[in-house]
């Protein structure tokens, strides 16, 4: 596990890395974490000095704090049993004096005994901290007396984008020009290829398996008018902007299922999301669903065209109509429930329309989201 020696700061904004860990239940092992003071920021495979061990902690265990004056490492494994999932939760802590003073080491989670699961960074962005893959040689693991693991990009989506009724959407690259002001031509510099996924879009599955997201759209480049008062543009003129992040493909799932429910108000949740699926296009030499693109690209034209046409009027305020629903998208949505429980932390996971997540890297938006390069892991 290592912090990028980057310009961000995360002793700053977040007083450091946290690491959150979620342990099967039923597993049976301990979770330590050890940091290494290396020479430079570019030498981070130099494990040959232990600065800071915490002591190796089980489930249901204190919290526990080490630290060499400079980095500070601590772990806390008292939630055994979480009250929303029945898994092990540990939350581990590494900060220091200055960001880039912990810039200047490594750090291991070292999991020992029998246990499955998954950890998540925050700042969960590779220009923060990630997990390593392929840097440490046969010969250390044995001298360290662990085997190392790589880090993967799986399963980096988090709440409230990982609810079973909620729409995330995933972003591609729909194009790398477009004619800015003065009908001057315009090129995109990310270095993403068009047609592919982008590089910031989260990826599942769920941690029971589900598929997510539902849907990919274009999230880069976005090109629109510019906001009043705002005097910096990136668009190639004053009165445009351009911008990427799946903030930008959410917006084309809105608009779409706001035209799919003008043609039908009684659409329940999971009708829109059936057929925003079923409707999706595929992509070239990727076999869906997977977690990557979900179930393929919004065809927005035909979602709304699979929609028949009615006035119904809806009458219940609940989240999906009445018990006695045939499913189909003609019907009076009926019913007398005016109780949804929305909290995020709910084990229903109802929600009382559609709502579409934005699957994103960067900070807290509701709830914090996963990031493609938030890595899983058990040892590194």
């Not at 609810?163 to 690259?173: C, E, P, Q, Y």
């Not at 929600?351 to 890297?361: L, Q």
Request: charged residues 15%; aromatic residues 8%; negative net charge.
């Amino acid at each position: 596990m290592t912090f990028s020696g980057s310009t961000v700061d995360p002793v700053g904004g977040a007083d450091g890395t946290w690491i959150d860990i979620w342990l099967d239940s039923g597993s049976a092992c301990t979770v330590q974490i050890n940091a290494f003071a290396n020479a430079s920021s570019s030498n981070r495979s130099n494990k040959t000095t232990v600065a800071a061990q915490t002591e190796a902690v089980s489930a249901g265990d204190d919290e526990v704090t080490a630290t060499d004056d400079v980095v500070t490492v601590s772990l806390d494994f008292t939630d055994n049993n979480n009250a929303q999932n029945a898994k092990q939760h540990a939350i581990g802590k590494v900060t220091a004096t200055t960001s880039a003073a912990m810039a200047k080491y490594s750090f291991d989670l070292v999991f020992d005994g029998t246990c499955a699961g998954d950890a998540w960074l925050y700042f969960d962005n590779v220009n923060y901290n990630y997990f390593t893959k392929d840097r440490i040689t046969p010969a250390l693991s044995a001298a360290l007396g662990y085997t190392y693991i790589d880090g993967d990009s799986l399963s980096t989506m988090t709440i409230p984008a990982t609810a079973t009724k909620l729409i995330a959407v995933g972003s591609f690259m729909g194009r790398d020009n477009w004619t800015g002001g003065g009908s001057v031509s315009q090129e995109d510099t990310t270095k993403g290829t068009v047609g592919d996924i982008s590089s910031f879009s989260s990826l599942g599955p769920t941690a029971d398996g589900r598929t997510k997201p539902e849907v990919a759209a274009p999230g880069e480049p976005i090109v629109s008018t510019l906001a009043s008062g705002v005097t910096t543009y990136t668009a190639g003129d004053s009165t445009h902007q351009k911008l990427e992040g799946t903030s930008m493909a959410s917006p084309h799932v809105t608009g779409t299922v706001a035209l799919m429910l003008q043609k039908n108000k009684c659409l329940t949740p999971t009708q829109i999301r059936t057929k925003l699926i079923e409707q999706a296009n595929g992509v070239a030499n990727v076999t869906l669903p997977d977690n990557s693109w979900g179930y393929g690209k919004l065809d927005a034209a035909a979602s709304v065209n699979s929609v028949t046409e009615s006035d119904c009027v809806p009458d219940n305020p609940g989240d999906e109509g009445s018990s006695s629903s045939t499913g189909d998208d003609t019907g009076s949505s009926s019913g007398t429930s005016a109780s949804v429980n929305c909290s995020l932390n709910s084990n229903s996971k109802d929600f009382m329309s559609v709502f579409v997540a934005f699957i994103t890297v960067f900070g807290l938006i509701l709830a914090r989201y996963g990031a493609k390069e938030s890595k899983k892991s058990r040892s590194q």
